[in-house]
């Protein structure tokens, strides 16, 4: 039998920028998809022929991936996104007769252009390199399933449109990391690949700097760590899920504390280790206290609380004060590829999740 390959990436010689293991980050909690981790997209599918001799799939792979590296395609081995019979493997497997090896990514292949969209973009910071933006929630990040136009990349397009060096159909340049549809907050973008490089290696290695801030049900202790691989869920394949003994799944640390108590809620501040799909919100759910109003996690029902007709009342007007999960990516921080340069962005509070800390404030305050 004939060794085949399957790929709907027409443009081979970009396959390099394919591994980058920042891809594994949504995401809010990085970037595992492009709309709420929901989905994996396959690259490229090879079919090993019937007298394939044990071969380690980062060599097997080498050869049929021109114009990428081997350290490449390790990192996206340990970022789970090479496959064999359908089953993440590590880059030292062996290649048997007949493997079917998949590789997927977070995104999908760009069936068709981006095309730019005059979407009013919040910008905090831009220079010829990089620009950083304040996402409110409700805008979708990335083009995917469902989701081909409306996007954050999409008004990116439109912004650099006369920027001849920034290309947005080009996976080289672009997003570094990713936040959920409904989370707001702060985001890097990088013009030019060697920038996206290196700040996708300082993401990979856990320099940078990022601050959450969230509402969440109950009252946890004033500061902690949650740790616990996150996996997909077995039951709910649209959901992430905690795996404790660490069989399934990969790690996964949030470090929290208290700002604000309001008896029944709390405002909390989370930093990550780690950047998993879903992380600070699959996270919070596995300690008990959901984030408030999230709707994937449990948030939008009562949890805390009194079962008065007038409590209810306060919650849903509470629940629609902030119709989404109240998170917001609040701060960033990372060196300039560039300059050198230690850069540190700070946003406000959205205004719904600024009315909803109000009006738990009054309260608590009142009650």
């Known amino acids: 039998m004939k060794e085949t390959c399957q790929n709907s990436n027409k443009d081979i010689p970009e396959a390099d920028n394919f591994f980058n293991p920042e891809k594994e980050s949504d995401n809010d909690e990085r970037q595992e998809s492009v709309n709420d981790g929901e989905y994996l997209y396959e690259h490229y599918r090879f079919t090993a022929n019937n007298n394939q001799s044990p071969l380690r799939i980062d060599k097997f ?3 049929r991936l021109p114009h990428t590296s081997r350290n490449r395609i390790q990192l996206a081995a340990e970022a789970g996104c090479v496959l064999v019979n359908g089953q993440a493997v590590k ?7 007949l493997d079917v090896i998949a590789i997927v990514m977070s995104y999908p292949i ?3 252009t981006i095309i730019p969209e005059d979407i009013p973009l919040n910008i905090v910071y831009e220079d010829e390199e990089l620009l950083v933006v304040n996402k409110p929630a409700g805008l979708v990040v990335h083009p995917g399933h469902g989701n081909y136009t409306g996007t954050l990349v999409n008004a990116l397009a439109y912004h650099l449109k006369d920027d001849h060096e920034y290309d947005p159909d080009s996976q080289s340049v672009g997003l570094v990391h990713r936040i959920d549809k ?4 702060l985001l890097v973008i990088a013009k030019r690949p060697e920038i996206k490089t290196h700040l996708s290696r300082q993401f990979f290695n856990k320099t940078t700097r990022r601050k959450y801030i969230a509402m969440v049900w109950g ?3 004033n500061e902690g760590t949650i740790e616990g691989n996150i996996g ?6 649209m959901k992430m899920a905690v795996f404790p003994d660490g069989e399934q799944g990969k790690q996964a640390v949030t470090h929290y504390k ?3 108590k309001f008896g029944y809620v709390s405002r909390i501040e989370c930093s990550l280790e780690t950047g998993r799909t879903h992380q600070i919100r699959v996270h919070l759910k596995y300690i008990g206290h959901p984030v408030f109003n999230d709707e994937r996690y449990g948030g939008n029902l009562i949890l805390k609380g009194l079962q008065s007709a007038s409590y209810k009342q306060f919650i849903n007007n509470c629940f629609e004060t902030c119709n989404r999960q109240a998170l917001h990516a609040k701060t960033l921080g990372f060196v300039h590829p560039k300059t050198g340069k230690e850069m540190f962005f700070d946003s406000e509070l959205p205004e719904d999740m600024t009315a909803l800390i ?10």
């Open 358 to 367: 109000d009006k738990w404030r009054k309260y608590y305050m009142e009650s």
């Open 232 to 237: 997909r869920d077995l039951r709910d394949r």
């Open 258 to 260: 208290i700002v604000e």
């Open 110 to 112: 760009y069936e068709n």
């Open 61 to 63: 792979l080498i050869d």
């Open 219 to 221: 009252t946890p202790d």
């Open 91 to 97: 880059s030292n497997y062996r290649v048997k007769p």
């Open 182 to 185: 409904d989370t707001s907050g």
